[in-house]
């Protein structure tokens, strides 16, 4: 089964007229899922079920979920007999999951869940901690309808069995807290008066044939487990419609409760704003090219972002499974700013300054911290990757935004940190872990939780990182005016010489895993051969032949690379949680990048398959199309790890918009050179953040090369034209699906036009700008590869629409020049 993508104008789907604008969505039968949507905001997060109700809602500051289970379920108000659900579909959308069911008595069902997110300034303006639950029915028979629809809520959560209840006439639903936790308080509660209300045991109501009937509006006796039910009657005259919305919240006492409650809108409210606070987000970073799965890829790359994204007692963060675990991890935390820079840099910033915060007094960064209280773990190694990539992604962000009060606040930490790393250095000259242990306590590097296994002594990964690190504090301390930094810089090359010369395997010119604190020299052929790819330690021979080492079919699935190949000896399809020979999701973004220099088709496909595979049958597969999942069955593709993995889409975003995207900032003169695959004619990037502003670019395929159009001004190995300003909000094309860049200058303005589609496209394209009062046209399409000069034109004409032909995977290029006088 395939998932399909559709568009889906979001003033049908929402039934409101805040936002009408089409927006993308996945559709999906409703009996194809797995689990559904897992999707946070800042104070909470919510998992769905299979069944398109809640399964339960986490609070991060607690670290357990408050409420459990969520559903509505209806029973005819004559027959009192429950009212069976007819085929329905799921509607996935970024910031919400949706459920559209007819019943049988002829009334349309369209139920929405979304935590409640919304723009903020300050902490004191993030909203508190909501989750909507709306109903939307419409009667379509030709006769008047009456039933019961009932909300039932599990209230204890996963926290002790000691929840106390009462009902709030002013909250209008049902307050409960754990008796030896008063401060977690929560409440399930209808917008709008209810029909009566209790608490009771009896989860055999929930599954009745026979309808609960009219409720006691009184709490039962306390047995510690109670489950809150509302009643909301419906009566509907044929074509009628209406709302029913529930409302679950959490606080810290029935006071702050009540204050919470006056931030949080209506429903209608509440769910165009939460809309327009993601796409005020994902409406930056925009990549398109000619795959589809890669487009949708950047997309739902940054909404996945956005739903880990958590703000604890300790201040911004994401944790390492998400409802499952109170833990930030280094490592993760900067992949995560590798990503985040190009979405919402402000949070990159501040995950990332917790562990320059919480650093050991040696310089070492810390493995992971509790995001309730600081705590934190170093697993008792002297070396660690989070150190490295810690400094890596305080560079990234310094190079990305041009934060200079941020680098200039954390570069001493990061000069200790390194300083630190080079003082753990062996007789060879290498970064040396004297761990002896196995699993976390004896694996240095991103495959810790390997049982019985140890990699540790002088680790290539951790080398490597350790190089790319002091290359990065070089060129901090260059800008900063460090005079140390040309030091970093000897010491870089040096380390870089020491890997080259002592973690290099004669027998195949590939580096060693590690070599070991026993003294042997591992040899083994895993996906961590991309580490000094990635790094930049492989000269560019060796790099090449990594690659295509990395590129062979016993490595590659339908879905990504394996982490082992499958000839090794010690594979396994989910042997060691899939750390050998299972598909690591991220993996395969670690190889896209380092593989869009070398072998730019095989980066597309690494991308394209990658994410394309999440909504492929995601019954059988175990996926959620649109979510990232953790890791991958080495045979047979379904997901064995998390739902929503929180690492896995930053790598990806960080490998589109610098792989392929071409925008390198990380060297030491930063350009655009976009890695086109054979099959690719054409890349966009539009409204990046950049260095306090947002650049545009876009490359295509010309009959004399590659040329690259671009708002920005770092140059290009491409031929390069650069404009003043990107105007594309002042174009229209008529076909949705189309990608649509639009660029302006001193010489007229630049318009793109691109078919993503497996079939050629006629469309039209219209500019309401000031440059189309007076201009001359020229015509460039793929179908015929050459320009066309369309003479004088005027507003008129060029506001109507100019038709355009594109064929599949093509473009079309019209050109507006000021009319000579």
Not at 18 to 25: L, T
Not at 388 to 409: G, N, S
Not at 589 to 594: D, H
């Amino acid at each position: 089964m395939v998932t399909r993508y559709d568009l889906l104008p979001v003033s049908t789907d929402l039934a409101h007229h805040a936002v009408v604008d089409p927006r993308f969505a996945y559709v999906l039968d409703d009996d194809e899922m797995a689990q559904g949507s897992t999707i946070g905001a800042p104070r909470c997060c919510t998992v769905m079920k299979s069944t398109g109700a809640i399964q339960k809602i986490y609070c991060p500051n607690a670290g357990f979920d408050f409420i459990g289970a969520v559903e509505v379920h209806y029973w005819d108000r004559r027959s009192k007999i429950r009212l069976g659900r007819l085929h329905g579909e799921f509607h996935i959308h970024p910031e919400r999951q949706s459920h559209a069911f007819m019943l049988d008595n002829g009334v349309r069902v369209h139920e929405q869940i979304f935590p409640y997110n919304d723009a903020w300034s300050n902490a004191d303006d993030i909203p508190p901690p909501a989750v909507y639950y709306r109903i939307h029915f419409r009667n379509t028979g030709q006769s008047d309808v009456s039933f019961d629809a009932y909300g039932f809520c599990e209230l204890r959560g996963n926290t002790e069995h000691d929840i106390v209840t009462t009902y709030d006439d002013d909250a209008g639903g049902i307050v409960a807290w754990n008796r030896a936790a008063p401060t977690q308080v929560r409440l399930f509660a209808m917008l709008g008066k209810s029909d009566g209300w209790e608490t009771n045991s009896d989860r055999g109501k929930v599954v009745g044939r026979i309808s609960p009937g009219k409720l006691a509006n009184e709490t039962s006796e306390q047995d510690g487990d109670p489950i809150g039910v509302l009643h909301g009657a419906i009566d509907l005259a044929p074509g009628e419609a209406r709302w029913m919305d529930f409302l679950c919240v959490f606080a810290e006492s029935r006071e702050d409760l009540a204050a919470s409650l006056k931030r949080c809108p209506s429903a209608d409210e509440a769910s165009r704003r939460t809309t327009e606070y993601y796409w005020q987000f994902l409406r930056r970073s925009v990549l398109r090219t000619p795959s589809v799965d890669v487009n949708h890829g950047v997309l739902w790359a940054k909404a996945n972002i956005l739903r880990v994204a958590t703000y604890a007692p300790t201040g911004w963060c994401f944790t390492n499974d998400p409802t499952r675990s109170n833990n930030s991890v280094g490592r993760d935390t900067a992949w995560m700013t590798f990503g985040a820079d190009y979405l919402n840099p402000d949070f990159a910033r501040e995950a990332l300054s917790a562990y320059f915060r919480l650093q050991q007094p040696s310089g070492k960064i810390v493995e992971y911290y509790d995001v309730r209280n600081d705590r934190w773990e170093d697993d008792g190694l002297n070396v660690n990757d989070d150190t490295p990539l810690v400094v890596i992604a305080l560079a990234h962000h310094f190079t990305a935004t041009r934060d200079e009060a941020f680098a200039r606040q954390c570069y001493p930490n990061a000069v200790r940190a390194m300083r630190y790393m080079l003082s753990q250095r062996n007789a060879d000259g290498l970064i040396w872990c004297t761990a002896t242990a196995t699993a976390e306590r004896g694996i240095v590097g991103w495959r810790n939780i390997i049982p019985n296994y140890r990699i540790s002594g002088a680790s290539t990964e951790v080398n490597s990182a350790c190089y790319a690190a002091l290359v990065a504090l070089a060129a901090m301390g260059r800008r900063l005016g460090d005079p140390d930094a040309a030091t970093y810089h000897a010491e870089a090359e040096a380390l870089r010489d020491a890997i080259n010369t002592h973690l290099v395997n004669p027998e195949n010119d590939l580096y060693l895993l590690n070599i070991d604190v026993d003294g042997s020299r591992r040899t083994d052929v895993t996906a961590d051969l991309i580490f000094p790819v990635l790094f930049g330690v492989a000269p560019p021979e060796r790099a090449a032949v990594i690659i295509n080492t990395l590129s062979v079919a016993s490595f590659w699935t339908d879905a990504g690379i394996r982490t082992v190949p499958r000839e090794a000896l010690d594979y396994g399809p989910v042997k060691a949680f899939g750390l050998l020979g299972g598909v690591w999701v991220a993996v395969s973004y670690w190889f896209a990048f380092a593989a869009a220099s070398h072998q730019p088709s095989v980066m597309a496909r690494a991308l394209a398959s990658s994410f394309h595979h999440f909504s492929i049958d995601p019954r059988r597969n175990n996926t959620v199309p649109g979510q990232f999942s953790e890791w991958l069955h080495g045979e047979i593709l379904s997901n064995q790890g998390m739902m929503l993995s929180p690492w896995d889409a930053p790598r990806y975003l960080w490998a589109a918009i610098e792989g392929a995207g071409g925008l390198h900032i990380m060297r030491e003169d930063a350009e655009i050179a976009p890695a086109l695959a054979e099959d690719w004619r054409w890349l966009t990037a539009v409204n990046v953040p950049f260095r306090g502003a947002s650049i545009a670019w876009i490359a295509c395929r010309m009959p004399d090369g590659l040329h690259l159009h671009t708002t920005s001004n770092l140059p290009s190995p491409a031929k390069k034209t650069t404009y003043a300003r990107d105007v594309t909000e002042a174009v229209h094309v008529s076909n949705p699906e189309a990608t649509v860049v639009a660029l302006a200058g001193d010489e007229g303005v630049f318009i793109f036009v691109g078919n993503s589609g497996e079939r050629t496209a006629v469309t039209a394209v219209s500019y309401s700008g000031p440059e189309g009062n007076d201009c001359s046209v020229r015509l460039f399409s793929t179908v015929w590869s050459e320009w066309q000069e369309k003479g004088r034109s005027n507003k008129a004409v060029i506001g109507a629409g100019i038709p355009l032909v594109i064929d599949a995977g093509g473009f079309a290029i019209v050109k507006l020049h000021p009319a000579a006088a």
